[in-house]
């Protein structure tokens, strides 16, 4: 081979990895010098923005994965621009296209009678609308020590935004749930990362009483909209409450099973804390890991930001939100004394259960310096939130620290 040849032969084979790897074709890939690696795939292969998005911080871009600065989550209902975004796999053509035809829901298994509904099927069980807080359970994995590997996120994979659908128990009653019935498992249309289609990106599920209770949600319309192609287009589900991993986007099948639902990320230590507390960057066996059902009680101060500078003749208001997997929150206080007193905070009802509540308090310091403000939320089952990160787990799950930002008082 003449080296002109044994260059374009190099080039050819290195496009068509770049290209398979991106998914596109590189139209003016014969400019691209021999050896320069297009930026999407650089070592930090992260687009500024996604499509859909506004002001997210993105931490991966392939698959999908950004969470929402603290200080943008002040809305009582979270926009769509805002709401954090997490997927395992690729975005499916529909939720793209916006096209229904040839989709469908079925639910089998541990039925007396399957079915497969239209969109138009669904709507037709009593409507309900409900704000409901998603949150990613790897949401706080960047505070823990030795890291556990998986997206970094800090505060922001949570959101609580306002959605329209009907109860899952509804449609499951209509297909006669059989007693052998222990377990629900989703299917959605998201391709694998490999490109494999027998695998699926993600396959989880929840108990059977948790697919029958009247918070367990199938929607098809998030604020008003329908379902944006990022959150689940056409129809999810939603178990509120539980990790996000549960509520499955983009639904195409329920499959009632007759044993605890064994699919993709239900298994292995996916999801799942040590039985018993370990210490920091134990190897924990898979049967000493149990699956993460409620998510404990946290919360968040979404205003001032951390590192303001405040005039201290005045009051600074704070504001924030406040949710728990067990229920409501019962008590919100703040601390600005390193956690020596507390101050009880003015803490609303939610709109509805599994809905954030919001918190507002107006604090004064004493004299000029540095402050931080430590918030700390109550359940009603009476957890509280942990100062420091609570029990160390090899995933990184379930960071429920209290959150502290910064004030400098002049
Ligand atoms: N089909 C499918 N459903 C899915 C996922 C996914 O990758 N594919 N990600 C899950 C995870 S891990 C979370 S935290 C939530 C995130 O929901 P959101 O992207 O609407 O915020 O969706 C869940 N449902
Ligand atoms: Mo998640």
Redesign the pocket.
Known sequence: MSTTSRRLFLQGTSLATFSAALGLPIPFGRNLPLGLTPVALGADPVLETIPGKRGVRVMSDR?INCETPVTLLDDDLTPNHL???????HMPARAESGELTGWSLTIDGEVAKPLTLSLDEVRKYPTVERALV??????GRAGYNPPASGNQWTLG?V?CALYKGVRLRDVLKDAGVKSTAVYIG?????PHLSGDPTK?????GVPIAKALDENTLLVWEMNGEPLPA???FPL??LCPGW?????????TRIWVRDQIHDGT?MTGDA?RLPLHPVPPGTEVPDDQMGIIEELPVKSIITSPGTGIEHAVADALALRGHAWSGFGDVREMHVSIDFGQTWIKTTLQKPRNKYAWQRWTEEVKFPTTGYYEVWARATDEAGHMQPMVVPGWNPKGYCNNAMQRIAIKAV
């Open positions: 698959p709401h954090f975004v997490r997927n395992n796999g998603v949150e990613c359970a790897g949401n994979g959101g989703y299917y959605g249309e998201d699926e990106s993600i396959s989880r990022l959150h689940g999810r589900l990790p996000g991993s549960t509520s499955g986007k983009w639904l990320k999801y």
